[in-house]
């Protein structure tokens, strides 16, 4: 299983992105997805998750302002960023959790810089 964010930029503070994770395998519908994001210095923490069934929940320091979704016909899991902040400034990664058996994978980050 691989999988591969990007979209990631330099963006003004107040400004949009758009991420993207694409997931390799034939059965990513089955899995939970999640964003989460490391700032230099700093802890990674997590961004938002979204079930194998569509369910979704953010943390609170993006709630209103970001959305996860998902296309399981694309095996792929987006992330709409807007309102955008300096202190969002950070490498985002994407994760697919463990289930069962199946090990969880994490994604390569790609970087979200604001200025402001």
């Known amino acids: 299983v691989q999988l591969q964010a990007f979209g990631g930029g330099l963006v003004q503070a107040g400004g949009s992105l758009r991420l993207s994770c694409a997931a390799s395998g034939s059965t990513f519908s089955r899995y939970a997805m999640g964003w989460y994001r490391q700032a230099p210095g700093r802890p990674r923490e997590w961004v938002a998750s979204?079930?194998?069934?569509?369910?979704?929940n953010h943390a609170d320091s993006v709630e209103g302002r970001f959305t996860i979704s998902r296309d399981n016909a694309k095996n792929a899991v987006y992330l709409e960023m807007n309102s955008l902040k300096p202190e969002d400034t950070a490498v985002y990664s994407c994760?697919?959790?463990?289930?069962?058996?199946?090990?969880?994978?994490w994604g390569q980050g790609t970087l979200v810089t604001v200025s402001s």
């Open positions: 979204i079930t194998s069934g569509g369910a979704t």
């Open positions: 994760r697919r959790f463990a289930l069962g058996k199946d090990r969880e994978y």
